[in-house]
């Protein structure tokens, strides 16, 4: 089981805040800092200064740290056009030297959209339709060889003879992460383009069940190469209970509410929880980590839950 430390900086994260994080997990030897795409912070939290951009934040976190794998869980297809994102996602990994990981969703929650004059198709239908074009383009785009075109015609994404321009610095790209739980369209679509499926925030056994559909797309459609499989779950590590609650309270949290909902508790607790992830075949564990300002709490899974694992 590989750690990664998830954040959420619509809840109210500066840049400073947000590189001091991502610099305490590669200096603590996490595999990867990773943060969320949105516009508008949700439930508690008064969401200052405001939103910062996903991908103009990675670009500035590819220059200021050098081993640690940078990217999104997920960034929405409603917020881009899929050719300058591929653009974007592409250039990021240039000046990271090749550490980005690419999320990508299909977009879901509506006030971002109104609180910026986004679009947001009103059907659940369409936005996946939206998406799964998106994901043949930005795919399409970096598969593309250096001197060939690039051409597409969907129902709602059509490309002209367009140069394709510019490769990830990842041959043959960044790997593609899709997450989810629906039965039916994701597991097609995760078969089809990711190399990691994701489930955020539900049950072991919830998880067993997505992961189980997926390996079945998977087989179904005759992929060879492998799916990595991962998982989101909010952590509150503590050296003891005062300090489980002390940081429970401090994300608006309770202590019991999370040990059934997340990973809560002493070190001992998350690993042992972080075993039963393992037992149904995740291999990376995203920590939500809602305190950026707690790096404290960073250094104690570091070095009483990561080193276990390890």
Known sequence: MRLRIFTEPQQGATYETQLAVAKATEDLGFEAFFRSDHYLRMGGGNGLP???DSWVTLAGL???TSRVRLGTLMSAATFRHPGPLAISVAQVDRMSNGRVEFGFGAGWFEPEHAAYGIPFPASARERFDRYEEQLDVITGLWATPVGETFRYEGRHYRFGEGPALPKPQQAPRPPVLIGGTGRIRTPR???AHADEYNVAFASIEDTA???DRVRSAVKAAGRA???????VQVVCCGRDEAEVEHRAAAIGRAPEELRRNGLAGSPAEIVEKLGRFTEIGAERMYLQVLDLSDLDHLELLASQVSRQLQ
């Open 189 to 191: 679509l995760a078969a």
């Open 225 to 231: 190469d492998a799916m990595t499989y991962s998982a």
């Open 62 to 64: 590819a220059r200021e």
């Open 50 to 52: 405001g939103p910062t």
């Open 209 to 211: 069940a997505a992961f």
